[in-house]
């Protein structure tokens, strides 16, 4: 990563929870200085402490880039504190669900570099994938700074505009949820044709996370990996025909379940 110009002005972690703390896990391995990291947690973990960040202690007036790691409804009293930075000379990063680039130029001014963005929780093992987007005062440099960053726990694809990101919440935001959810129901079929609890369990989860790393390493599509495992006339025919049925298979009942984290992501967003 390039993080000199980090390492210079300082860069600040506002909320370290689960993604958070993923996040500077990442940039502390890549070589950013503990000492240039200003950490704002009012509930630090022991991890946290141990990591020579400052924690909880007076800012830079002007630090390279501004994380915002904490949970929407924590906003509005955690962010007007850092409007003083607002003033156009340093990046404010946001992976906080719901919350527009609107209501951060409301808060630190419409002329403040303000970039959003959408990572999710396989970043914890450094398999994530975040999209971003920012608005009319992002450069690119800026941009190019936040994918750096934002590398450290996985892939980074930009967007063409913000009216993207509920979309993305909805597939790659939530989506480990619908993975994990997945894994729990085949297990509770293996146990309805008579495996035991653990042994089901120990299957479902194996076959998930290695698909998915088959999936990650192969160079075919994933339509034609699932034509590989699919025998004609056998038993994986026979399990796809009803998965892949039209009416009450996997793809409509992922379209209506994606279509309502959209929309609940643009309800939040109001």
């Given amino acids: 990563m390039k993080l000199d110009t980090v ?8 909320g370290c929870g689960k993604m958070g703390s993923a ?17 704002l947690e009012p509930h ?10 400052r924690l ?4 830079p007036d002007t630090p390279a880039i501004v994380l915002i790691a904490v949970k929407p409804q924590m906003m509005a009293a955690a962010l007007p504190g850092l409007a003083a930075m607002g003033d156009g000379k340093t990046l404010f990063l946001s992976i906080a669900a719901g919350t527009t680039i609107a209501y951060y130029e409301s808060v630190l001014g419409a002329a403040t ?31 190019d700074l936040a994918e750096a960053l934002l590398s450290a726990v996985g892939q980074v694809v930009r967007l063409d ?19 994990f959810h997945l894994i729990e129901a085949l297990a509770a079929a293996g146990e309805a044709e008579g495996l035991s609890g653990p042994l089901a369990m ?27 495992v699919t025998s004609p006339a056998g038993t ?3 399990a796809l025909a009803v998965l892949m049925d039209e009416g009450t298979g996997f793809p409509p009942l992922l379209k209506r379940a994606v279509k309502a984290a959209a929309d609940r992501g643009r309800e939040l967003g109001k």
Avoid at 23 to 39: D, E, K
């Fill in 56 to 59: 909880n202690e007076a800012l």
């Fill in 44 to 53: 630090p973990s022991d991890w946290l402490k141990a990591t020579g960040v």
């Fill in 236 to 238: 994986t025919a026979a």
């Fill in 7 to 14: 390492a210079r002005l300082g860069l600040v972690l506002l």
């Fill in 161 to 179: 505009g913000e009216h993207q990101m509920d979309a993305v919440t909805a597939v790659s935001g939530s989506g480990p949820a619908y993975v």
């Fill in 23 to 39: 996040m500077l896990q990442g940039w502390l391995a890549g070589g950013l200085p503990a000492s240039s990291v200003w950490v």
């Fill in 202 to 228: 120990q299957l479902a989860r194996a076959t998930v996370t290695g698909a998915g790393e088959l999936a990650h390493l192969a160079p075919e599509s994933a339509a034609q990996l699932r034509i590989n």
């Fill in 113 to 143: 570099p303000i970039i959003r963005a959408m990572p999710n929780t396989p970043a914890a093992v450094g398999r994530g994938i975040s999209a971003i987007t920012g608005n009319a005062y992002a450069s690119a440099a800026d941009l």
